[in-house]
């Protein structure tokens, strides 16, 4: 077998394995409470015919394991139980947030992307002299703010104060499309600026570490243009580590959309999880934890595949 | 003697301005905590209130100022667990290696697996939210970075053929560890404490922003801002206060952490 | 004056630098240098590091790598200046006029693209060939310069070449736009002995066949006198000496060029070796960690007490996986290790505290085997106090004695690593050798990193502590020149295997095995036409076979 194929199996064999391990973590991370769940969700004050009800239920009276391997079971076949607080099908109610969430990230991403690999570009063709440094200022203060804060401010400002954009951001199926759009405009903004300057930062970072490559300087010195040594030599090699970044901050976006739903009371799949977790509702959670981390396990494993891919030494080996 | 940055010298005042402010709270703090000094919801500043009333007419400075003390206590707490913890351990799997080194790294790969906030959220579902748990569950989570930070510095550090002259001298793992690696590693490390410090007050504050931190009616930062986010939609600005004041101790300790990376010389570059 | 294919008039190169803690520094390398060349001549630049001879060689392109600025002066390449010329300008210049061989092929080759098309950019890019025409070209000048299969080795990507093809292939790069002059800036410095003069012998005969004008930059004279016309010596960016390669070889004028020149020629008289070695390896076979080869096979080689044995050997022979042998940082699969009539434990953590001691090591670079956080004191300090409990002014007193030893003095007890030059680091990384009162020291290419004055005081002052101490070394190098300063007995190493061993004389002494022949031969001679004596012989030899 190609040694790239080789590689490219045994990644994706890890993130398997690394899913599966993270499924057993979700699981255990709800049971490592003192006491049982099925107090802590009734209380110091429920009754105990109400707690062996709920024990029932939950199938707390079966061990761990043989109740983990059965969640496990059924989410592989797209089963991940009923919530507890309304008895609802949890993977019926998921669907349409998840949609609405990957909604969101999409258009944040076709946003923040190209913005991002520009805004990069520009730091590195003025390195050290007023836009590099202003990027740099923005990007240190940008890592500093809480998702939350530039969420109000956004709403204050261009919500209330100038009126352009509705501060709530409710979408619901029978709205068109530029309706959805126009509602999840400031969300779309605040994720954008949350990912920006990390990405624009490591954009700047992997273009200025292969411009810094001895093959550069060959370049330069066989009188080639600036824009050919770019095109032609930078370029090819840069890709990689470009696509890693933005594969990275995509990972970083789904989770920053947990807070950006809730700042704009977006029904999405962040927005359900908070919902829940403070109603304790413990399927629903191990669900929503599982999808998030399904998410993001994948995005990073697509990141480590582009580099494997982009590798002259592994795609012609000796 | 040292000259320091004059955005260096700002992040050290702020930064000293809001420690001092939470250590000596009870006597700064005009009003009580809990006390409801105005009829009026979100009243408007004045002499009394200077940053008016919070959404039960609360005095906001007052809540401001025992907020920050709640925010900079369980942060500083869960970073000096994280901190000790991950540069401990990341440390000694550098310098042990071996199967230690392999089972340790595995398990903090499979934590990083899973995004932080979460992870926390899982844990927080089940787990009454006290102040103390609230500390563990940041820590520990936060120590993975710390200790994937320490054993990749020490890792570096570990094949200099100093360290391997202290080995073949017939040195112990304790002067390996404390007097070859760590004077060396020390500025990477507590450059990365002032971001860990950072990561630590944004994540509590955002945990107390959904309901899932610090509980009624003690409140820090993100706490407050739930509480008046409703003012938001009509023009009421009484949220962004602390929001700000995150973000400025964020900024402030940011630059403070850039300076000590900047003014670190590499091993080969003298004392630094 | 328009005859110079080359004119530089007073040129002053300048650079910031940043150190750290401190405001940039403006600093200058080359203070006002002037020289010509003429059409297809070659000028050998030379000097140490730091002389500013890479940083003249660029400005012949009117580049400045890094934040080096061409401060002053004029560059006047085929009868125009080129320091203020129009961009368009130079680009003909570089592209077509002027190229470039760097020291490191493998880190100048763009690692994504194949290498043909690399080699025939230039040409291609500036209109001077058609794709088709610099293609073939590109087939000569690889034929020319000796690669295998020269019709296909364009096809392949430059990692799966070897470090002294991809050093050729640059050269093909070089010279396939047919340019007047070509720039090679240490071109054969990272190869091993025995391949450099392959790569040498090839640049020469390019070099000769396309009548193409050359600087050749090296710290190497000996390199450079075989392939240049004439000699400039430079000395922290000024000139010293420039003339004919004859005069500057065989009647140097200044002080410093002699030194250059008699640098590499001391000798030390062999001892014989005494009834009971201090230090045998024995049949020793090891292999890495998680790897199916083995990297040394059957080793054997003996260390008399006093003396020296200098393991030679190019990369990958195992002279220094022996020292990894001999020290317990790899243990063994086979055979052992005796000392002093008994056996060491394989394993480093097996052996007591007076085995560490009795065995000392000083390594290549200076820079990392002394912890930057400590001063000179604490360096050396710390093995009387571990091995001996020595403590405070005892200590002290020790101290300040091995510091004499090595001719620093007390001045220098409480300054760091980083203050130091690189001869002077050397020194310290002695003296803690010797604090530990050792019977053996491994020295593993000590001087390689240093430049050749600097490296001829380290063996004179290793020499020298050898008669006080009576501590014997195994001396690991691939420097013959530094084999013949300093062993006793020697044992030459490849791939893993012993394949000449015995005292100095004897190895030294024909009739060689086919490898020591290869490695003597190839070791470049301080004589004008031994490149030539070197070529001529080895036709001659395989024409016979």
């Given at each position: 077998?190609?040694?790239?194929?080789?590689?490219?199996?045994?990644?994706?064999?890890?993130?398997?394995?690394?899913?599966?391990?993270?499924?057993?973590?979700?699981?255990?991370?709800?049971?490592?409470?003192?006491?049982?769940?099925?107090?802590?969700?009734?209380?110091?004050?429920?009754?105990?015919?109400?707690?062996?009800?709920?024990?029932?239920?939950?199938?707390?009276?079966?061990?761990?394991?043989?109740?983990?391997?059965?969640?496990?079971?059924?989410?592989?076949?797209?089963?991940?139980?009923?919530?507890?607080?309304?008895?609802?099908?949890?993977?019926?109610?998921?669907?349409?947030?998840?949609?609405?969430?990957?909604?969101?990230?999409?258009?944040?991403?076709?946003?923040?992307?190209?913005?991002?690999?520009?805004?990069?570009?520009?730091?590195?063709?003025?390195?050290?002299?007023?836009?590099?440094?202003?990027?740099?200022?923005?990007?240190?203060?940008?890592?500093?703010?809480?998702?939350?804060?530039?969420?109000?401010?956004?709403?204050?400002?261009?919500?209330?104060?100038?009126?352009?954009?509705?501060?709530?951001?409710?979408?619901?199926?029978?709205?068109?499309?530029?309706?959805?759009?126009?509602?999840?405009?400031?969300?779309?903004?605040?994720?954008?600026?949350?990912?920006?300057?990390?990405?624009?930062?490591?954009?700047?970072?992997?273009?200025?570490?292969?411009?810094?490559?001895?093959?550069?300087?060959?370049?330069?010195?066989?009188?080639?243009?600036?824009?050919?040594?770019?095109?032609?030599?930078?370029?090819?090699?840069?890709?990689?580590?470009?696509?890693?970044?933005?594969?990275?901050?995509?990972?970083?976006?789904?989770?920053?959309?947990?807070?950006?739903?809730?700042?704009?009371?977006?029904?999405?799949?962040?927005?359900?999880?908070?919902?829940h977790v403070s109603k304790r509702d413990v399927p629903v959670v191990?669900?929503?934890?599982?999808?998030?981390?399904?998410?993001?396990?994948?995005?990073?494993?697509?990141?480590?595949?582009?580099?494997?891919?982009?590798?002259?030494?592994?795609?012609?080996?000796? | 003697?040292?000259?320091?940055?004059?955005?260096?010298?700002?992040?050290?005042?702020?930064?000293?301005?809001?420690?001092?402010?939470?250590?000596?709270?009870?006597?700064?703090?005009?009003?009580?905590?809990?006390?409801?000094?105005?009829?009026?919801?979100?009243?408007?500043?004045?002499?009394?209130?200077?940053?008016?009333?919070?959404?039960?007419?609360?005095?906001?400075?007052?809540?401001?100022?025992?907020?920050?003390?709640?925010?900079?206590?369980?942060?500083?707490?869960?970073?000096?667990?994280?901190?000790?913890?991950?540069?401990?351990?990341?440390?000694?799997?550098?310098?042990?290696?071996?199967?230690?080194?392999?089972?340790?790294?595995?398990?903090?790969?499979?934590?990083?697996?899973?995004?932080?906030?979460?992870?926390?959220?899982?844990?927080?579902?089940?787990?009454?939210?006290?102040?103390?748990?609230?500390?563990?569950?940041?820590?520990?989570?936060?120590?993975?970075?710390?200790?994937?930070?320490?054993?990749?510095?020490?890792?570096?550090?570990?094949?200099?053929?100093?360290?391997?002259?202290?080995?073949?001298?017939?040195?112990?793992?304790?002067?390996?560890?404390?007097?070859?690696?760590?004077?060396?590693?020390?500025?990477?490390?507590?450059?990365?404490?002032?971001?860990?410090?950072?990561?630590?007050?944004?994540?509590?504050?955002?945990?107390?922003?959904?309901?899932?931190?610090?509980?009624?009616?003690?409140?820090?930062?993100?706490?407050?801002?739930?509480?008046?986010?409703?003012?938001?939609?009509?023009?009421?600005?009484?949220?962004?206060?602390?929001?700000?004041?995150?973000?400025?101790?964020?900024?402030?300790?940011?630059?403070?952490?850039?300076?000590?990376?900047?003014?670190?010389?590499?091993?080969?570059?003298?004392?630094? | 004056?328009?005859?110079?294919?080359?004119?530089?008039?007073?040129?002053?190169?300048g650079a910031r630098i940043y150190p750290p803690g401190e405001k940039?520094?403006?600093?200058?390398?080359?203070?006002?240098?002037?020289?010509?060349?003429?059409?297809?001549?070659?000028?050998?630049?030379?000097?140490?590091?730091?002389?500013?001879?890479?940083?003249?060689?660029?400005?012949?392109?009117?580049?400045?790598?890094?934040?080096?600025?061409?401060?002053?002066?004029?560059?006047?390449?085929?009868?125009?200046?080129?320091?203020?010329?129009?961009?368009?300008?130079?680009?003909?210049?570089?592209?077509?006029?002027?190229?470039?061989?760097?020291?490191?092929?493998?880190?100048?080759?763009?690692?994504?693209?194949?290498?043909?098309?690399?080699?025939?950019?230039?040409?291609?890019?500036?209109?001077?060939?058609?794709?088709?025409?610099?293609?073939?070209?590109?087939?000569?000048?690889?034929?020319?310069?000796?690669?295998?299969?020269?019709?296909?080795?364009?096809?392949?990507?430059?990692?799966?070449?070897?470090?002294?093809?991809?050093?050729?292939?640059?050269?093909?790069?070089?010279?396939?736009?047919?340019?007047?002059?070509?720039?090679?800036?240490?071109?054969?410095?990272?190869?091993?002995?025995?391949?450099?003069?392959?790569?040498?012998?090839?640049?020469?005969?390019?070099?000769?066949?396309?009548?193409?004008?050359?600087?050749?930059?090296?710290?190497?004279?000996?390199?450079?006198?075989?392939?240049?016309?004439?000699?400039?010596?430079?000395?922290?960016?000024?000139?010293?000496?420039?003339?004919?390669?004859?005069?500057?070889?065989?009647?140097?004028?200044?002080?410093?060029?002699?030194?250059?020149?008699?640098?590499?020629?001391?000798?030390?008289?062999?001892?014989?070796?005494?009834?009971?070695p201090i230090l045998r390896v024995e049949n020793v076979t090891a292999?890495?960690?998680?790897?199916?080869?083995?990297?040394?096979?059957?080793?054997?080689?003996?260390?008399?007490?006093?003396?020296?044995?200098?393991?030679?050997?190019?990369?990958?022979?195992?002279?220094?996986?022996?020292?990894?042998?001999?020290?317990?940082?790899?243990?063994?699969?086979?055979?052992?290790?005796?000392?002093?009539?008994?056996?060491?434990?394989?394993?480093?953590?097996?052996?007591?505290?007076?085995?560490?001691?009795?065995?000392?090591?000083?390594?290549?670079?200076?820079?990392?085997?002394?912890?930057?956080?400590?001063?000179?004191?604490?360096?050396?300090?710390?093995?009387?106090?571990?091995?001996?409990?020595?403590?405070?002014?005892?200590?002290?007193?020790?101290?300040?004695?091995?510091?004499?030893?090595?001719?620093?003095?007390?001045?220098?007890?409480?300054?760091?690593?980083?203050?130091?030059?690189?001869?002077?680091?050397?020194?310290?990384?002695?003296?803690?050798?010797?604090?530990?009162?050792?019977?053996?020291?491994?020295?593993?290419?000590?001087?390689?990193?240093?430049?050749?004055?600097?490296?001829?005081?380290?063996?004179?002052?290793?020499?020298?502590?050898?008669?006080?101490?009576?501590?014997?070394?195994?001396?690991?190098?691939?420097?013959?020149?530094?084999?013949?300063?300093?062993?006793?007995?020697?044992?030459?190493?490849?791939?893993?295997?012993?394949?000449?061993?015995?005292?100095?004389?004897?190895?030294?002494?024909?009739?060689?095995?086919?490898?020591?022949?290869?490695?003597?031969?190839?070791?470049?001679?301080?004589?004008?036409?031994?490149?030539?004596?070197?070529?001529?012989?080895?036709?001659?030899?395989?024409?016979?076979?």
């Amino acid at each position: 077998m190609h040694p790239v194929l080789k590689l490219i199996a045994q990644r994706l064999a890890l993130g398997i394995l690394l899913l599966l391990a993270a499924s057993l973590l979700i699981f255990a991370g709800t049971q490592i409470l003192p006491g049982d769940v099925a107090q802590s969700i009734l209380g110091q004050s429920a009754t105990p015919e109400a707690l062996a009800n709920l024990r029932a239920e939950l199938g707390l009276n079966e061990p761990a394991m043989s109740r983990y391997f059965s969640w496990l079971a059924g989410a592989i076949q797209g089963d991940l139980g009923t919530a507890l607080t309304n008895g609802q099908d949890i993977t019926k109610s998921l669907g349409g947030r998840l949609k609405n969430t990957l909604f969101l990230a999409f258009w944040a991403a076709v946003v923040a992307v190209p913005l991002a690999i520009f805004l990069g570009l520009l730091a590195v063709r003025f390195r050290e002299r007023w836009p590099d440094k202003l990027i740099s200022a923005v990007t240190l203060a940008s890592i500093s703010v809480p998702e939350f804060l530039i969420g109000y401010v956004l709403m204050y400002i261009v919500g209330v104060k100038l009126g352009w954009a509705p501060t709530v951001a409710t979408v619901y199926d029978s709205m068109s499309f530029l309706e959805k759009l126009n509602a999840i405009a400031l969300p779309v903004a605040v994720l954008t600026m949350v990912v920006l300057a990390h990405m624009m930062r490591m954009t700047r970072a992997a273009i200025l570490n292969v411009m810094q490559s001895a093959y550069i300087e060959t370049a330069e010195l066989k009188g080639l243009s600036s824009f050919q040594v770019i095109y032609r030599h930078a370029f090819p090699n840069a890709i990689a580590p470009v696509v890693n970044v933005v594969m990275l901050n995509l990972a970083y976006l789904v989770v920053g959309v947990v807070v950006v739903e809730v700042v704009f009371v977006y029904p999405g799949m962040g927005q359900y999880l908070v919902d829940h977790v403070s109603k304790r509702d413990v399927p629903v959670v191990q669900a929503c934890g599982l999808i998030f981390a399904a998410v993001y396990i994948g995005l990073n494993m697509v990141a480590d595949i582009v580099s494997i891919l982009a590798n002259p030494r592994l795609r012609h080996p000796k | 003697m040292m000259r320091i940055p004059p955005a260096a010298l700002i992040g050290l005042f702020f930064t000293g301005l809001y420690f001092f402010v939470a250590i000596f709270a009870p006597w700064i703090a005009p009003y009580s905590m809990t006390e409801i000094v105005s009829d009026i919801p979100w009243d408007v500043a004045s002499a009394q209130h200077w940053l008016g009333t919070d959404n039960i007419g609360r005095d906001l400075l007052t809540r401001m100022i025992y907020g920050g003390r709640t925010t900079i206590f369980i942060a500083t707490a869960a970073t000096i667990l994280s901190f000790t913890l991950g540069s401990v351990l990341g440390l000694t799997a550098a310098v042990i290696g071996g199967w230690v080194d392999q089972a340790m790294s595995r398990f903090v790969d499979l934590i990083m697996s899973i995004p932080t906030l979460i992870f926390a959220l899982v844990v927080l579902s089940v787990m009454p939210v006290t102040m103390p748990i609230l500390i563990l569950v940041m820590g520990l989570l936060d120590s993975t970075r710390v200790y994937r930070l320490a054993r990749a510095v020490a890792v570096d550090i570990n094949v200099m053929d100093f360290v391997e002259a202290a080995k073949l001298r017939g040195e112990g793992n304790r002067w390996v560890i404390f007097r070859e690696i760590l004077p060396n590693a020390l500025s990477p490390l507590v450059a990365e404490m002032g971001l860990r410090f950072i990561f630590a007050v944004l994540f509590v504050s955002t945990l107390s922003f959904l309901g899932l931190g610090v509980q009624p009616p003690n409140a820090d930062w993100g706490g407050i801002v739930k509480e008046n986010k409703d003012g938001i939609v009509y023009g009421i600005p009484a949220a962004l206060y602390p929001a700000f004041a995150i973000a400025t101790l964020a900024i402030s300790v940011n630059l403070v952490a850039d300076w000590v990376l900047n003014r670190t010389a590499s091993l080969k570059g003298g004392r630094g | 004056m328009t005859d110079a294919l080359l004119k530089v008039k007073n040129l002053k190169i300048g650079a910031r630098i940043y150190p750290p803690g401190e405001k940039p520094k403006d600093i200058d390398i080359v203070h006002g240098v002037s020289f010509e060349l003429e059409k297809g001549k070659v000028l050998g630049l030379i000097g140490e590091s730091g002389a500013g001879k890479s940083t003249i060689g660029l400005a012949a392109m009117a580049y400045g790598r890094g934040g080096v600025e061409l401060t002053g002066g004029e560059v006047w390449v085929n009868g125009r200046e080129i320091l203020h010329t129009s961009r368009a300008d130079l680009r003909h210049l570089r592209g077509l006029e002027v190229t470039y061989v760097s020291q490191s092929a493998a880190a100048s080759f763009n690692p994504a693209k194949r290498i043909m098309e690399q080699v025939i950019e230039a040409s291609v890019h500036a209109g001077k060939f058609s794709k088709k025409d610099a293609e073939g070209r590109a087939r000569e000048l690889f034929a020319k310069l000796g690669l295998p299969d020269p019709d296909n080795i364009g096809d392949r990507y430059p990692h799966q070449v070897s470090g002294g093809q991809l050093q050729r292939c640059m050269t093909a790069l070089a010279l396939c736009p047919e340019p007047d002059l070509v720039v090679f800036d240490e071109p054969t410095t990272a190869l091993d002995v025995t391949t450099q003069i392959d790569v040498l012998m090839a640049i020469k005969e390019a070099i000769r066949d396309t009548g193409v004008g050359a600087l050749y930059i090296t710290h190497d004279l000996a390199v450079v006198a075989q392939v240049s016309d004439e000699i400039m010596v430079l000395r922290m960016g000024d000139m010293v000496e420039h003339g004919t390669t004859d005069q500057i070889i065989n009647n140097p004028r200044e002080d410093y060029t002699r030194d250059l020149v008699s640098v590499r020629s001391k000798q030390h008289e062999g001892q014989a070796p005494t009834d009971n070695p201090i230090l045998r390896v024995e049949n020793v076979t090891a292999r890495y960690k998680g790897t199916n080869f083995d990297v040394l096979h059957n080793v054997v080689m003996e260390l008399h007490p006093g003396q020296t044995l200098a393991v030679v050997g190019e990369s990958g022979s195992g002279k220094s996986t022996t020292a990894r042998v001999i020290t317990g940082l790899l243990p063994p699969r086979e055979g052992k290790i005796t000392f002093d009539g008994r056996e060491l434990s394989a394993d480093l953590n097996g052996r007591t505290r007076e085995d560490l001691r009795e065995l000392q090591m000083i390594y290549q670079m200076a820079d990392v085997a002394m912890n930057p956080r400590q001063t000179v004191g604490t360096i050396i300090g710390r093995p009387l106090e571990f091995y001996f409990g020595m403590k405070g002014a005892e200590k002290r007193k020790r101290i300040v004695e091995l510091l004499d030893e090595i001719e620093l003095g007390e001045g220098f007890i409480d300054r760091y690593p980083a203050e130091l030059s690189g001869g002077q680091k050397q020194r310290v990384c002695i003296a803690r050798a010797l604090a530990a009162k050792p019977k053996v020291i491994i020295c593993d290419e000590v001087t390689s990193a240093l430049d050749p004055l600097v490296a001829d005081d380290i063996l004179k002052l290793l020499e020298n502590l050898q008669k006080i101490e009576d501590v014997a070394y195994l001396f690991i190098t691939h420097d013959l020149a530094t084999v013949s300063a300093i062993a006793d007995s020697i044992a030459v190493m490849y791939q893993g295997k012993v394949v000449r061993y015995g005292p100095k004389a004897e190895v030294l002494s024909p009739p060689f095995d086919d490898y020591t022949d290869l490695l003597l031969s190839s070791v470049p001679e301080m004589r004008l036409g031994w490149l030539e004596e070197v070529i001529a012989n080895r036709k001659m030899e395989s024409a016979g076979n």
